[in-house]
């Protein structure tokens, strides 16, 4: 496999698949392989729950496989961070690649990016093919688009999101007059962070007015803003929550996790963080790449349940590197990583609390959600 030596945030890169398994195999280990048939079973029954569950009443599609042609080449966005853990793997492994290679797509270029919004804007332009973001710019874009931009295919990960602060703020009271950070205005942190603002009585406008100063900042920026004493804290997804604590002396003053209680997904402590999205129009001229896309990114979810804390800390660090340019601190991924639960389940569940938080942050309106999930796309990996 070979891969362009230009960075992620010029322009894709391309990797050509080619015969190079065997090599990759002896290099990531054989036992990825048992694992996956073992979670193929479960997870063909889980799928199948969960898509009755958020559409009741609908019927998968007939066999993706029926109609269609594999597409010569996948565009891939996803970004540098723990939380895309399953991208990272699936690409430094070659699992994604294996698989498209198996269902006739001979390339693959992947573009990185720093939030959501702007991978939604590179999906709907028709620059990538498929992403990885967080729900809430991909339910501001099945809105917008009236459900016709883009499918939720599979979940990703799960948690791994905190507000971290100054040492010196104890309680959201003292967050008036203060200014704090997010990834991108219409991201999945920056609409947490609204929401949890305005539920404890503090106003926000997407301008940066309010009660509390909101600044989208690119994470990096963050991470020197707040060392230079410009920042007061920011809402944000690992590693980048636990680079502020452990680099910059931040605090932890709430944690996403406490504030999910289980409501719509029967699982306490758990809300989606990362989802795999598909342009519609992609995905019903090349279902088989489709396919072997979540055949690749079960695989790489599979490998991360299973594989050890060092072993994920050193797979995952040398995709950071490739994907941004550098590796963590041993102590940064091992934090960043107990902080999340790798997971092909969407929680579909909490996509209504995920609307209405976007509906409060002035970045979404009501909406019916009905169809923005295509899971038989996930049965159909695998089966």
Do not use: C
Request: net charge negative; proline share 6%; aromatic share 4%.
């Amino acid at each position: 496999m070979t891969q362009s030596t230009e960075t992620p945030a010029s322009r894709p890169d391309t990797i050509r698949i080619t015969a190079d398994s065997a090599e990759r195999e002896a290099t990531r280990g054989r036992g990825f392989k048992l694992g996956l048939a073992a979670a193929v079973v479960l997870l063909l029954g889980a799928a199948a729950a969960i898509a009755t569950a958020v559409n009741p009443g609908e019927k998968p599609t007939a066999s993706a496989a029926a109609a269609g042609t594999p597409a010569p080449q996948l565009r891939l966005g996803y970004f540098g961070n723990v939380t895309h853990a399953p991208a990272l793997v699936g690409v430094q492994n070659g699992l994604v690649a294996d698989a498209l290679k198996a269902a006739g797509t001979d390339t693959m270029a992947t573009q990185v990016f720093n939030a959501g919004p702007a991978a939604i804007e590179a999906l709907n332009a028709g620059a990538i093919d498929a992403a990885y973001v967080g729900p809430n710019p991909a339910i501001n874009s099945f809105v917008k688009s009236n459900g016709q931009s883009i499918a939720v295919i599979a979940g990703a990960a799960a948690g791994g999101a905190q507000l971290v602060v100054r040492p010196e703020i104890t309680s959201p009271d003292q967050l008036r007059g203060k200014v704090l950070a997010t990834p991108q205005l219409g991201g999945t942190q920056d609409v947490a962070l609204r929401a949890y603002l305005a539920s404890k009585g503090l106003a926000t406008t997407p301008n940066g007015g309010g009660d509390v100063t909101v600044n989208p900042t690119e994470n990096a920026q963050t991470l020197k803003l707040f060392q230079d004493g410009k920042l007061d804290g920011a809402w944000l997804p690992e590693p980048w929550a636990s680079r502020l604590v452990l680099q910059a002396g931040a605090k932890v003053l709430v944690d996403e996790k406490d504030l999910w209680d289980g409501t719509g997904t029967g699982k306490p402590g758990l809300f989606p963080t990362t989802v795999l999205i598909v342009n519609r129009t992609f995905a019903a001229e090349h279902p088989q790449t489709v396919e072997a896309l979540l055949k690749g990114h079960v695989a790489a979810v599979d490998w991360l349940s299973r594989a050890s804390a060092a072993e994920k800390a050193s797979t995952v660090n040398a995709g950071l590197k490739a994907a941004s340019g550098s590796e963590l601190p041993a102590d940064v991924i091992e934090r960043a990583l107990a902080n999340i639960t790798f997971t092909t389940d969407p929680l579909a569940g909490a996509y209504p609390k995920l609307l209405h938080d976007g509906v409060t942050a002035g970045v979404t309106k009501e909406a019916d959600l009905t169809g923005l999930f295509d899971l038989h796309w996930l049965e159909e990996a695998t089966r």
